[in-house]
């Protein structure tokens, strides 16, 4: 089993950054592929950012292209999202998933993953 915890979120002003850290335990995070989600109450988990599997092709969603940053640290077992120029539309819950079988076509897909965390709340303020 994989535990999942999430950290650094917290209430921002638009156009401040924000680095938000997952923290694995119980397994290797190192051949997983991982990703960022966020969701806002009353919707679908919508896909941030994913790497698939050991130094495979990261991916963003439109809406944060240019913006987000994500990436791993296999000796802290580590998973880490830099958010630059936040806007208020990016307030939401976000999650760090990992899953190690999941296919390509599944990584936008938060449901395919099998380990997620409890989540960290991000409040951009306009």
């Known amino acids: 089993q994989m535990q999942l915890v999430e950290s650094g979120g917290r209430l921002v002003q638009a156009g401040d950054s924000l680095t938000l850290s997952c923290a694995a335990s119980?397994?290797?995070?190192?051949?997983?592929?991982v990703a960022w989600f966020r969701q806002v109450s009353g919707k679908e988990r919508e896909h941030v950012a994913s790497?698939?599997?050991?130094?495979?092709?990261?991916a963003y969603s439109d809406s944060v292209k240019g913006r987000f940053t994500m990436s791993r640290d296999n000796a802290k077992n580590t998973l880490y999202l830099q958010m630059n120029n936040l806007k208020p539309e990016d307030t939401a819950v976000y999650y760090c998933?990992?899953?190690?079988?999941?296919?390509?076509?599944?990584?936008?897909?938060?449901?395919?993953?099998?380990?997620w965390g409890q989540g960290t709340q991000v409040t951009v303020s306009s």
């Open positions: 790497i698939f599997r050991s130094g495979g092709s990261t």
């Open positions: 119980g397994r290797s995070l190192s051949r997983h592929t």
């Open positions: 998933e990992a899953d190690l079988n999941l296919l390509l076509s599944s990584r936008r897909q938060a449901s395919q993953y099998d380990y």
